[in-house]
T-cell receptor, first 114, second 115 residues
């Protein structure tokens, strides 16, 4: 079955630390990949997306992600986190056999200590 | 305008009530979605409309009834809900591309409590 997994359920970092959140999916075909962020009490916002082309994608607020096809991964990174990055982060995948359906990972809660 | 709006923001209803959630977008998107999200969990897809036609129903109980009156509006009619249906209900919209859909833009959600 097609699935999305996020390895880290809860990550706690100090400000200025570097961040990497893992996302893997189980499917060998064409995929569209997304990272969404949900700040406390707010709605889902798109951080970045990958459809094709350069596998290193830059998004908003200094986030980037790298698509590694051979590893079925799309990890999210930020070189230096801020307290305001405290939020829930969701990886989502659209598998080309399920047009119209995004499959979300379980999410990672990021807490940044000031 | 990249905004999806949802009303109401909060809704409290009894198990015998009938209510409706509303969603609107003016981005010209032809796919619209309803998701249910429990606290600290990912959104769960409920329904997808493509060109105003229901294209995906993820085995949602019939007490939830979606409606897409036109390309900008999406409703979710609620009747005889259960307390376990309490959740954040999210609406989203996206362009439709051949083969698969484009980025989904999410609304702020309606926080539903069923007593």
């Amino acid at each position: 079955a097609q699935s999305v997994s996020q390895h880290n359920h809860h990550v706690i970092l100090s400000e200025a630390a570097s961040l990497e959140l893992g996302c893997n999916y189980s499917y060998g075909g064409t995929v569209n990949l997304f990272w969404y962020v949900q700040y406390p009490g707010q709605h889902l916002q798109l951080l970045l997306k990958y459809f094709s082309g350069d596998p290193l994608v830059k998004g908003i607020k200094g986030f980037e992600a790298e698509f590694i096809k051979s590893k079925f991964s799309f990890n999210l990174r930020k070189p230096s986190v801020q307290w305001s990055d405290t939020a829930e982060y969701f990886c989502a995948v659209i598998f080309n056999t399920n047009a119209g359906k995004s499959t979300f990972g379980d999410g990672t809660t990021l807490t940044v200590k000031p | 305008d990249t905004e999806v709006t949802q009303t109401p923001k909060h809704l409290v209803m009894g198990m015998t009530n009938k209510k409706s959630l509303k969603c609107e977008q003016h981005m010209g998107h032809r796919a619209m979605y309803w998701y249910k999200q429990k606290a600290k969990k990912p959104p769960e897809l409920m329904f997808v409309y493509s060109y105003e036609k229901l294209s995906i129903n993820e085995s949602v109980p019939s007490r939830f009834s979606p409606e897409c009156p036109n390309s900008s509006l999406l409703n979710l009619h609620l009747h005889a809900l259960q307390p376990e249906d309490s959740a954040l209900y999210l609406c989203a919209s996206s362009q439709v591309r051949e083969g698969y859909t484009d980025t989904q833009y999410f609304g702020p959600g309606t926080r539903l409590t069923v007593l």
